[in-house]
């Protein structure tokens, strides 16, 4: 510690602060006002067992008591952490409130004007909805914050669509946007969720393998429930969907190779130009479109704009691959110079 006089006016001081008085600070420790007095005069140090009591009361850290000086850097991180709970606070009792007094209004009006329970289920079905996304049941939890977000925001999405369709009708066009978002939230989160809470390597690399393969087959499963309301061959259907996928996949597996990053990425993109490209033209013929949307001639514009469109963003697309091919070997190149000089 300081010496005593300096600890006896530190004391002192922040005793003064918190307005208490030797004999309110001896009650608070259960000892004497004399050795309060004791303490402050620079007589005596206070004993280490009721070193912790004293920072509680007098809100100062431990180091602030042994050194008889504030800390500042400490007090600055104590308000920004006492403001990060209040906005924390803020954050889940503004929303919470809000929904509620907008649930129970819904409630009473509906009851009121309908005299039954109707499109008030809608709303319930919006309000959890929109809860799932902010302030997020998440907040409840302290472990796997983002597996439970998930979870429960695409749960609440399925669930505001389930309750559209039984209420309006058409239940399995709804059960088909559930299937089109199930499938945004594979591709994009499944490889994050891999990442941040599995633990094998060879998971983590088959990351984005993975979630394309579900997203496909998930895709798939979309296309059977379409099936129901318009009148197309089923096979064709899922012999495009397995064509499109076919060129993520092989982006995936060339992303395993051992090789340099720009060299991945123009073969990425040789890859994905070229099976959209010749997919769009597939397409064109299993569904019967006329020969002439994708024909390419740039002098007519009039009845070849899609094929002309499309050839101009395929040359784009080969021009870009290219460039980073040969970016990639020159680098590659540089390297092995740079390697043989040391």
Request: charge should be positive; glycine fraction near 4%; aromatic fraction near 14%.
């Amino acid at each position: 510690m300081n010496n005593k006089k300096d600890f006896g006016l530190f004391i002192k001081s922040k005793r003064t602060e918190k307005s208490l008085s030797q004999k309110e600070l001896a009650d608070i420790l259960f000892v004497t006002e004399s050795a309060v007095s004791k303490w402050e005069r620079g007589l005596s140090y206070p004993d280490i067992t009721m070193v912790a009591n004293l920072c509680k009361t007098l809100e100062i850290s431990e180091h602030e008591l042994i050194t008889a000086s504030t800390d500042h850097a400490y007090r600055k991180e104590k308000a920004e952490a006492k403001n990060f709970r209040t906005i924390k606070s803020a954050w889940f009792l503004i929303p919470t409130i809000c929904y509620a007094i907008a649930l129970i209004t819904c409630f009473i009006c509906n009851l009121a004007v309908n005299h039954t329970l109707s499109w008030f289920w809608t709303v319930l079905a919006s309000l959890i909805c929109a809860y799932a996304f902010v302030p997020t049941f998440s907040i409840f939890f302290n472990k796997y914050k983002l597996l439970i977000f998930l979870t429960t925001s695409f749960s609440a999405l399925a669930l505001l669509l389930l309750v559209c369709g039984m209420l309006y009708g058409n239940i399995l066009a709804y059960i088909t946007a559930i299937l089109g978002i199930l499938i945004g939230y594979v591709l994009v989160f499944i490889p994050i969720c891999i990442e941040k809470y599995n633990t094998s390597t060879i998971i983590k690399k088959l990351k984005f393998l993975i979630s394309i393969v579900l997203a496909g087959l998930i895709t798939i499963l979309m296309m059977c429930v379409i099936r129901v309301y318009y009148n197309y061959r089923l096979l064709n259907a899922i012999l495009i969907c397995l064509y499109c996928f076919a060129a993520l996949i092989i982006c995936a597996l060339l992303g395993l190779t051992k090789q340099n990053k720009l060299l991945k990425a123009s073969e990425i993109v040789f890859t994905l130009t070229t099976f959209f490209y010749l997919t769009n033209l597939v397409v064109s013929k299993v569904l019967r479109i006329p020969n002439d949307s994708y024909n390419i001639d740039f002098s007519n514009w009039k009845t070849c704009v899609n094929g002309n469109c499309n050839f101009i963003v395929f040359l784009s697309f080969l021009f870009i691959g290219l460039v980073l091919l040969i970016v990639g070997f020159l680098r590659i190149n540089n390297k092995e110079k740079s390697n043989k000089k040391h």
